[in-house]
Each structure stands twice: as C-alpha cells, then as structure tokens.
C-alpha cells in the first residue's frame, strides 16, 4: 500500500511537469541559452577597432607606422567622409579612435631617436578604451622593432586623450548600461506577469463581456505601467548622477522621450509575453530570457559585438537595448542630439510598434475565437 502511494506521487509530479509544455521547453531553453551565449560571447577580445589615422608628416618614417596599424586585426582604417570632422566621427561613433602624427615626426625620430604620436580615444566605453590603447601600443612595439630591432625603448611615444570619460571611470560605462537592462526587464515583467496573472486568476474572462476592443485593452494595460515604468527609469538615473557622479551633457528632455520609448518596448514585449503562455512562471521565465540574457551578452553592455561570431552579430540588430545604449551613452556622455540618433531612435520606434502591433492581433484572435 505503501509502495503505491509512494509510486502514484512518483506517477502524479511526472503528470504535473508534462502537463506545462511550455515551461518545460523553457527551462530546456534557457539553459542552451546560456552555453551559447557564454560560449561565444565571454570575450573581452576586441577586433577590428575602427581608426582614422592623420598624418601631418607625410614621410616614410609616418606611413610605414600607418602600415603597421593598417596590417594589424585589431583595427580598421576608417576614411573621414568630406566635410566631416574629428568630433563628428566621435559622436556619431564612426571612430573609437583617432591618430595623429605630427609634422615633425620623422625630424624628430631621425635627430633624437624618439618622436611621438597624439591618440584620441572614446572613453564612453572604458573597457574598449583601455583594450584600445593596448592594442596601440602592440603596434608600436612592433613598428620599434622594426625600426630598431628593439622595443625597448620606444622610438615613438604615446599621449593618449579621452574623450568623454577623461578618467576612464567605470561607472560611467556601466550605469547606462545597468539602465537599459533594468527598464527592459521590469517593463517586460510587469505586462507579462500581470495579464498572466489575471488569466490564472480568471479575472481576465471578464474583459470578454466588456463592449472594449483588443486594441482598448492592450492601450489599457500599457498607460499605467508606462507612468510607472518611467519613474523607475528616471530613478536610475538620478541614482546613478547622484551616487557615481555620471554626467548628463545632453538634452535631458530628450533623454526623458527616449526613455518613454524605451519603456513602451519592453511593455509592449511584455504583453506580447503574456499572449503567448497562459501562467506567470513561464510569462517571468521568458521574460527573463527575452530581456537580461540578450542585453548582457548582445547589446554592447559588457561584449563588444564586433568581436562575435557573425551569427550573434546577425541576430544583436533584434536586441532593443543595443539601440537604446547608443542613444543613453550618447546624451549622457556625448551630449549626442537627436539628428545623431535617428537611427537607433527610428529602431525603438519600429519594436514598439511592431510589439503593440503582433499583441493587438493576438488578443483580437483570441476575443474572436472565445465569442466564437
């Protein structure tokens, strides 16, 4: 009697995890997940640092330097469209670097032994900014050695500037990250979890015998978590100014709209969450996939992109915290306008709408099949 008991427990939990497909694939996919995530991700290697050389000197000495770097993987000569200046390659985030070699930069190599080069480097992404100047001076090491046969000492000298986070303080690379990853995923959860909630609770059966319509509805849940979502966003960000002392160089009122469009994407991918699962731990399970894991690995939060596998780099053009980093770090640490940001601003406004769009649809499927 014992042992059929204890078997029909055994019977009955086995019938309880089968009986919710879609958390089982979930907890099956969050951890592959991962592994490819960590596995392809987890690199601090970066490759293919876009540069613009200037060379003032014009001599051999000054493009057999430029060949140096131009041979080098770890960067990418960029060319300075016409009219185009060192400052607008930097806010718009064409060059991650600048090199400037001087006029007298062979005369000084040939009457001293040494010479130098001025280096501007964006500092709005500390970790790319050191890696950076690592990789700037591998290729000089490399240029003294074949200059004299030694790298030690160097021939040329390194006097790198940074734009934009002149101390390289980790804060101001993080906290607009940190930003763009808890808005998304507070504003996923809230949707998610409580339309789902309501669905468990059955509370949600008496929206059918209301005269409202899907679009009503969808409109109807996201305002208030849109106010609310908002204030948590911009709570943040006040922490972050007040406790690590980020700057905000730009427009804070155009820093407040893309905000609220930040945050009317993860709802909107929130509701769209909760149209596509029927309980709350596979609505919060999703949502966490949907929202952390992407915007860790795959927005430039912590990974530089350009050193994925094409594949990840493929599908980063989906993640919305990829755009919104652009946008946060280049108001508040480029004072970026919205000319700058058209694109990624244009690219909040297509998930946004495309979100509302595929959850209007579904809950109208949804009302019209339970009329039906």
Request: charged share 10%; hydrophobic share 50%; with cysteine.
């Amino acid at each position: 009697m014992k042992a059929s008991g204890f078997t029909g427990i055994i019977i009955n939990e086995f019938h309880h995890i089968f009986r919710d497909p879609q958390t089982l694939a979930i907890l099956f996919l969050l951890p592959l997940a991962q592994i490819v995530l960590f596995g392809y991700a987890l690199s601090t290697d970066i490759k293919s640092v876009p540069i613009e050389i200037t060379d003032h000197d014009n001599s051999a000495e000054s493009r057999a330097l430029i060949r140096q770097f131009t041979g080098s993987t770890f960067f990418k000569l960029v060319e300075s469209p016409a009219g185009s200046t060192l400052r607008s390659l930097f806010q718009k985030g064409s060059v991650t670097a600048a090199i400037i070699i001087p006029q007298n930069f062979s005369r000084m190599l040939a009457r001293t032994g040494q010479s130098h080069i001025a280096v501007i480097i964006d500092g709005s992404d500390a970790i790319r900014a050191e890696t950076s100047t690592q990789y700037i001076t591998t290729v000089l090491q490399k240029y003294s050695a074949a200059v004299r046969g030694t790298t030690v000492p160097f021939p040329v000298m390194l006097r790198p500037v940074y734009r934009y986070n002149s101390g390289l303080s980790s804060p101001y690379f993080f906290v607009p990250g940190l930003t763009a990853l808890i808005i998304i995923m507070i504003s996923a959860l809230l949707t998610s979890l409580t339309i789902t909630g309501e669905k468990e609770n059955g509370t949600f059966e008496l929206i059918k015998l209301s005269p409202v319509g899907a679009a009503d509805v969808i409109l109807g849940k996201v305002l208030p978590y849109l106010c609310l979502s908002f204030i948590i966003g911009v709570f943040i960000i006040v922490c972050g100014r007040i406790l690590f002392t980020v700057p905000i160089y730009g427009s804070i009122i155009l820093l407040g709209s893309f905000l609220i469009l930040y945050c009317l994407t993860g709802l909107s991918f929130g509701i769209l969450i909760s149209t596509l699962v029927q309980s709350r731990l596979s609505a919060m399970m999703l949502s966490l996939i949907g929202t952390m894991l992407p915007t860790i690995f795959l927005s430039g939060f912590i990974f530089q992109i350009n050193s994925m596998p094409v594949p990840l780099r493929i599908l980063s053009w989906i993640v919305p915290a990829k755009y919104f980093l652009i946008i946060i770090r280049g108001i508040m640490l480029k004072g970026n306008t919205l000319y700058e940001l058209r694109f990624p601003a244009g690219m909040l406004c297509l998930f946004s709408l495309s979100f509302l769009g595929l959850a209007v649809t579904r809950f109208r499927l949804y009302l019209e099949n339970d009329a039906g």
